[in-house]
């Protein structure tokens, strides 16, 4: 079915967005502003309005535009809202957008550290070199230790707590993941160290009716952006030169499992991914691992120079 389109559609949709953000409606007219130019060229090669037809015509414009995958479906969506405005007032009775997908945009490859650069950000003799003075350290160690050990998201990470959650005899850590899913996953022996030197620390800063694991110097539980500028700066003090994040220790931790494993459904359950194609992007970059040491190795494989 054929719909109309003004631009004045745009600004009442926008107008009735009141949980957007001021982010998320900027986005969206950005989007929209998009289809109106298409709309403005090739208006007149769809007399009866805009139809799937006119609508795949724009993401076939959108795609020669350069824009990825990614920006389509997100300029799709905006329009597909705009139009749901419209059936909801009765203006239309069906959405043109509604069986137009995006192309599939190619999947990013998550960013990871090697065995060697993993060492080393967990080089625990040279940080304490680095910032002899910085009580915290030792926090941040058995932070950046429990998170690789254990492969946690860092809402994960900052969301344990020091009693009922960590067994440092039994070597578990109880994780609550997305949707409020709770696994046990097992812990290493040097995590198990690094936060058992931690403890009396915390036990002398945290507050007295906070729970939380990983306190900051108020004694209350650190934050996401806390462990995310902390982690930036111990490894810049490491020397590592790429920049690194909590999550990259997450997918460190995946990749050096599946490497040394090749157990898939034993990394989907330590992540905690409810589908195991969630975890198949690992078997990508375990093949990139392998790809290399052919590469490398092999006498039929070895590039000219």
């Not at 060492?119 to 058995?142: F, G, I, S, Y």
């Not at 982690?231 to 590592?240: D, E, N």
Request: with cysteine; proline share 5%.
């Amino acid at each position: 079915m054929a719909a109309r389109f003004e631009p004045a559609m745009i600004d009442a949709w926008l107008a009735s967005l009141g949980h957007a953000s001021s982010h998320t409606r900027a986005a969206y007219r950005r989007d929209l502003a998009h289809f109106a130019r298409y709309w403005q060229a090739h208006a007149s090669r769809h007399p009866q309005g805009v139809d799937t037809h006119a609508v795949r015509g724009f993401v076939a414009w959108l795609h020669r535009q350069g824009l990825n995958g990614r920006s389509i479906a997100r300029a799709l969506s905006a329009l597909r809202g705009l139009y749901r405005h419209e059936i909801r007032h009765g203006r239309l009775r069906e959405n043109p957008v509604a069986d137009v997908r995006a192309p599939k945009a190619p999947k990013r490859l998550p960013r990871t550290l090697d065995v060697d650069q993993t060492t080393r950000l967990l080089d625990a003799e040279a940080q304490d070199a680095a910032a002899p003075d910085d009580a915290l350290r030792l926090r941040d160690l058995a932070m950046w230790e429990l998170a690789y050990s254990c492969g946690l998201r860092v809402s994960e990470l900052v969301g344990v707590d020091a009693v009922g959650a960590l067994d440092c005899r039994a070597r578990e850590l109880r994780v609550l993941g997305k949707g409020g899913k709770e696994r046990v996953v097992p812990v290493g022996s040097k995590a198990i160290a690094a936060i058992e030197r931690w403890l009396p620390v915390r036990d002398g800063l945290a507050a007295v009716d906070e729970p939380a694991l990983f306190v900051g110097r108020r004694g209350r539980r650190i934050t996401v952006r806390e462990v995310q500028m902390r982690l930036k700066q111990w490894a810049q003090r490491q020397g590592l030169d790429v920049p690194v994040h909590p999550h990259m220790l997450r997918h460190s931790f995946a990749t050096h499992l599946l490497e040394s494993s090749g157990d898939l459904r034993a990394v989907q359950e330590l992540l905690g991914h409810s589908d195991i194609r969630t975890t198949q992007v690992y078997t990508h970059l375990d093949f990139q691992h392998l790809a290399r040491v052919y590469d490398a190795a092999h006498p039929r494989a070895r590039r000219k120079p």
